[in-house]
């Protein structure tokens, strides 16, 4: 089976990292901002991914991504109350009109 040439992860873990930037940014929804992070986080973990291809005996790059993603999961448990808490408090989740974390 022929693999995929590193070149083209990269150039698709820098797509993806952009359009998490590109999100963030230019978003003001509470959740499409976490989408754009969460985007990032993908990105990340195909840079470990695709570098572990080339040490396929030590396998820290998998292991590292399995970390990530854990992290990920967590992080969005956490945000998503957030969220949650933020809606219930000021009634939008648009990130520009939350203008105090004091509740």
Same mark, same amino acid.
């Given at each position: 089976?022929?693999?995929?040439?590193?070149?083209? @992860?990269?150039?698709?873990?820098? *797509? +993806? $990292?952009? /359009?998490? =930037?590109? #999100?963030?940014?230019?978003?003001?929804?509470?959740?499409?901002?976490?989408?754009?992070?969460?985007?990032?986080?993908?990105?990340?973990?195909?840079?470990?991914?695709?570098?572990?291809?080339?040490?396929?005996?030590? @396998?820290?790059?998998?292991?590292? *991504? +399995? $970390?990530? /993603?854990? =992290?990920? #999961?967590?992080?969005?448990?956490?945000?998503?109350?957030?969220?949650?808490?933020?809606?219930?408090?000021?009634?939008?989740?648009?990130?520009?009109?939350?203008?105090?974390?004091?509740?």
């Amino acid at each position: 089976m022929a693999s995929i040439p590193l070149e083209h @992860l990269l150039l698709l873990s820098a *797509a +993806l $990292f952009c /359009i998490g =930037i590109l #999100a963030i940014v230019t978003k003001r929804h509470a959740v499409a901002v976490l989408m754009g992070i969460e985007l990032i986080f993908n990105a990340a973990n195909l840079n470990l991914l695709a570098f572990s291809q080339h040490d396929p005996t030590l @396998l820290q790059g998998q292991v590292f *991504a +399995l $970390f990530v /993603i854990i =992290i990920a #999961a967590a992080e969005a448990a956490i945000a998503l109350a957030i969220i949650l808490k933020v809606y219930q408090y000021f009634n939008t989740v648009n990130v520009n009109e939350v203008d105090t974390s004091r509740g």
